[in-house]
């Protein structure tokens, strides 16, 4: 009884992290990824895009016109 109680118990915990991770994961990657000069969230596909013609990067503005 009383290691059922602990297998049962375990069980629901490793449930609970397991969904926790997918839930944290599903946040993030709707989130998009964090530009790292302006701040703002972008879709990962456009963050890489951003990031070189973002106003805030002062690295690449010899790049634009
Ligand atoms: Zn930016």
């Not at 290691?3 to 991770?21: E, Q, Y």
């Not at 302006?38 to 990031?51: A, F, L, R, T, V």
Request: proline fraction near 2%; aromatic fraction near 10%.
């Amino acid at each position: 009884m009383d290691k059922n109680l602990k297998t049962t118990i375990a069980t629901v915990a490793a449930v609970v992290l397991v969904g926790a991770g997918i839930f944290f994961g599903v946040t993030s990657a709707k989130k998009g990824e964090k530009c790292r000069y302006c701040g703002k969230y972008y879709p990962h596909g456009e963050i890489m895009g951003h990031q070189i013609r973002c106003d805030k990067n002062k690295e690449s503005m010899s790049f634009r016109k």
